[in-house]
Structure formats: structure tokens, C-alpha cells
């Protein structure tokens, strides 16, 4: 038994229920928009004060990188380089577990001194596509501990685990 007589009825239905549904969450969405707005708009104006717009600026970047810090931050950033450096490493690995001869494996299995440049040099290059400075001395020296640490792991796979 269908619900609607014709298609005419159908649409109707859908219009009226479409309209109320506007209706109800125009009011929500209208309001955080007009919030938005007004929040823009005093941002601007107080960014643009002479005497107050220097102490302004300073202030929001404060908050705001604090803000970011303890949303994101440092753990969010360390999981990131961490994955990076451990793919950087289980690729070395794997492309050294191919046959001599096999495609994509340029030369024989190294010493872990080799996988661990190779693995840094393809840390590098992740660290950089994903926006990371591979030349900051911090996330450098963080990169190579996880290398070391991941290469050792590999090469000395745990007896009990």
C-alpha cells in the first residue's frame, strides 16, 4: 500500500517535511555563523587598533599555540615521527630480505649500520613530506634513536614475544 496517492502527494510530503527540518536547523546553523562572523570581525578590529593591536596579536598567538599544543601537541607530533621513522626502517628491512636479484632490491642485505642510513635517508624524506624540518637537530636525533631502535629490533627479534 503505498504511503502517497501520486507524486504530487510525495511531493508535497517531502516539501513540507524539508521546510520544517530547514526551519529548525536554520536557526542553529545561522546562529554559529553569525557567531563566526562577529568573532572575525572583533578580531579584526581589535588586530587593527594601534595601541592595542601589537599586545593583541601577541596574545591570540599565545593562546592559540597553546591551544594547539595541548590538542595536538608534542604527543601527536612524536606518534607521527615515530610511524615515520618505523616505516622508514621495516622498508629498509624488507627491501633487504629480497633475493639479490629480485626487482627493487639494489644490492645484498647490509650491515645494520647501512640499513640505518638508508632508513634515515627515507626518514628524511617523510619527515619533509609530511611538513617535519629534517634538519632540526631535536627531530633528527629523534628519528635516528627510533631507526636504531627499530633496525636493532628487527635484526634481533624477540625470542619470547
Do not use: C
Request: proline content about 7%.
Amino acid at each position: 500500500q503505498p504511503r502517497h496517492g501520486s507524486w504530487r502527494d510525495l511531493a508535497a510530503a517531502f516539501t513540507g517535511a524539508f521546510r520544517r527540518d530547514l526551519s529548525s536547523s536554520f536557526l542553529t546553523v545561522a546562529t554559529y555563523a553569525a557567531s563566526a562572523l562577529l568573532l572575525l570581525v572583533l578580531h579584526f578590529i581589535l588586530s587593527r587598533i594601534p595601541w592595542l593591536g601589537k599586545k593583541y596579536q601577541r596574545w591570540f598567538t599565545l593562546i592559540w599555540t597553546r591551544l594547539i599544543h595541548d590538542v595536538k601537541g608534542r604527543d601527536f607530533a612524536y606518534d607521527v615521527i615515530r610511524d615515520l621513522a618505523r616505516t622508514a626502517a621495516v622498508s629498509v628491512e624488507q627491501s633487504s630480505r629480497r633475493p639479490p636479484g629480485a626487482a627493487g632490491s639494489p644490492e645484498p642485505p647490509g650491515q645494520p649500520e647501512i640499513k640505518k642510513s638508508r632508513a634515515m635517508a627515507i626518514a628524511r624524506d617523510l619527515l619533509a613530506f609530511r611538513g617535519f624540518d629534517p634538519d632540526d637537530p631535536e627531530t633528527e636525533r629523534m628519528v635516528s634513536d627510533l631507526v636504531e631502535e627499530t633496525v636493532y629490533r628487527l635484526n634481533h627479534p624477540d625470542p619470547a614475544g
